[in-house]
């Protein structure tokens, strides 16, 4: 099956740990994205990718890092200089044109104890 | 700067009744538009989009027609299910090729 895998669904650090979250896809897609969705908000990016090894910061990357040494994965670190890590992530994965769908993952919630 | 305004939510509705969901987007030149719909707990799936002006997109009864002189892409259902409770997402694509989201509308479907 074709898709994106994110893992864990669940995540709980305590606070001042670095963290990363996993996302993989199978879809053949160049372009990759981290966004953030906190509780009754839209969502917001925080690192792209349009092709391996090279990475963009978004709108909120303060406290992120990423990598992206093969085109298959899209790892993100939330660090401790995140303020405020609590929140629901999502990566998704597009073939990176302006008509192109983004395809997303089911999720991971980070819970910062 | 580029934005999308959706109608806020939550919206409550009966079993099949009309359903309209406004989204109104700026932007410079004419991005291709989307709608997102997302389940609790999980990932957002795309529901349907339209890529040049006058476009109809459709998809499990949902429809939505890129309006260029309006700047809308209006999300419409002509009768709703229980089953369609969840939160819709506007989205255009940018000039960077990134999405600029609306801040989504929960959709609450009673029977």
């Known amino acids: 099956d074709g898709g994106i895998t994110q893992s864990p669904k669940y995540l709980f650090r305590k606070e001042g740990q670095n963290v990363t979250l996993s996302c993989e896809q199978n879809?053949?897609?160049?372009?990759m994205y981290w966004y953030r969705q906190d509780p009754g908000q839209g969502l917001r990016l925080i690192y792209y990718?349009?092709?391996?090894?090279?990475?963009q910061k978004g709108d909120i990357a303060e406290g992120y890092s990423v990598s992206r040494e093969k085109k298959e994965s899209f790892p993100l670190t939330v660090t401790s200089a995140q303020k405020n890590p609590t929140a629901f992530y999502l990566c998704?994965?597009?073939?990176?044109?302006?008509?192109?769908?983004?395809?997303f993952g089911p999720g991971t919630r980070l819970t910062v104890l | 700067g580029n934005s999308v305004t959706q109608m806020e939510g939550p919206v409550t509705l009966s079993e099949e009744a009309f359903l309209t969901i406004n989204c109104t987007y700026t932007a410079t030149g004419y991005p291709s538009l989307f709608w997102y719909v997302q389940y609790p707990g999980e990932g957002l799936q795309l529901l349907l989009k339209?890529?040049?002006a006058d476009d109809k997109g459709s998809n499990k009864g949902f429809e939505a027609t890129y309006r260029k002189e309006t700047t809308s892409f209006h999300l419409e259902k002509g009768s709703v299910q229980v089953s369609d409770s969840a939160v819709y997402f506007c989205?255009?694509?940018?000039?960077?090729?990134?999405?600029?989201w609306g801040a989504g509308t929960k959709l609450i479907i009673k029977p």
């Open positions: 879809l053949n897609h160049d372009a």
């Open positions: 989205a255009h694509m940018d000039s960077n090729y990134q999405l600029i």
């Open positions: 339209a890529t040049k």
């Open positions: 998704a994965s597009g073939g990176g044109e302006p008509t192109d769908t983004q395809y």
């Open positions: 990718s349009q092709i391996v090894n090279d990475f």
